[in-house]
């Protein structure tokens, strides 16, 4: 089954935190694998990612739904290394990182903008060994100091 990359990860998020059992997450997981799918759990479940962003929810507006950008959450995760601790991260003056950050939030579906605060709040509700039997190699990284990504499989 090819990937949707056209689908609000929102939705793919919520539909994954609904499934009750440990087995239907691993279900979901993997049939929604993707490098985005991936950096949610990495970015906002794994306990070594250090998010530098202040605290809240910064002052943002979010797109009209009308605007039709479900997909685009898959272009703009890969700015996410810009607001964690990492070599990118540290790269990134302060006021420029808020200001990004802004940005990607003003460009993508407005339930994805949520989303990536639920991930910067750590409030992903993926059962852990669910994420563990799905993507143990990921899962294996997140214990280890010298990881690169948090989204590698």
């Given at each position: 089954m090819a990937l949707d990359t056209?689908?609000?990860?929102?939705?793919i998020v919520a539909k994954i935190?609904?499934?009750?059992?440990v087995e239907r997450q691993v279900d979901f997981l993997k049939l929604h694998s993707s490098y985005a799918l991936k950096a949610v759990l990495g970015y906002g479940m794994?306990?070594?990612?250090?998010?530098?962003l202040p605290p809240g929810t910064?002052?943002?507006?979010?797109?009209?739904q009308s605007a039709d950008q479900e997909g685009r959450f898959y272009i703009e995760?890969?700015?996410?290394?810009?607001?964690?601790?990492?070599?990118?991260?540290?790269q990134v003056n302060p006021l420029k990182r808020e200001q990004l950050f802004i940005q990607v939030l003003e460009?993508?579906?407005?339930r994805d903008a949520k989303?990536?605060?639920?991930?910067?709040?750590?409030?992903?509700r993926i059962k852990p060994e669910a994420i563990q039997k799905a993507f143990p190699k990921m899962w294996e990284a997140?214990?280890?100091?010298?990881?690169?990504?948090t989204t590698s499989e």
């Open positions: 056209n689908k609000c990860m929102a939705t935190e609904a499934q009750t059992t794994d306990p070594g990612v250090k998010w530098l910064p002052p943002y507006r979010p797109l009209e995760c890969r700015k996410l290394i810009y607001f964690v601790d990492s070599d990118e991260g540290r460009s993508v579906d407005p989303l990536i605060l639920r991930m910067k709040n750590r409030d992903i997140w214990g280890r100091k010298d990881r690169k990504s």
